[in-house]
């Protein structure tokens, strides 16, 4: 699995007790091995779209209080894709 979506499906792990678009996005992760974080946000819904946005800014803002920029680099890839 690509780097990027190791750190999303890490993220995601974080939102499945109580949220179930993060549950269903967790899951959609989890079970397909997609080559790239491209095919992983062309299957997404808006929905699902609109809640990875969401949290992706604030794990990517996290990433840089703590000083993780690769994680924060990584995380951001993803996010650029959501926007396009």
């Known amino acids: 699995m690509d780097q990027s979506l190791e750190y999303l499906r890490e993220i995601l792990s974080g939102h499945t007790e ?8 967790y899951a959609k992760i989890c079970s397909h091995q997609y080559a790239s974080e491209g095919k992983f946000v062309r299957e997404l819904t808006q929905e699902e779209n609109d809640y990875l946005n969401q949290i992706l800014t604030e794990a990517i803002d996290y990433s840089k209080q703590e000083k993780d920029y690769v994680r924060a680099r990584h995380l951001n890839e993803v996010y650029e894709l959501l926007l396009v």
């Open 18 to 25: 109580n949220d179930q678009v993060g549950k269903n996005l």
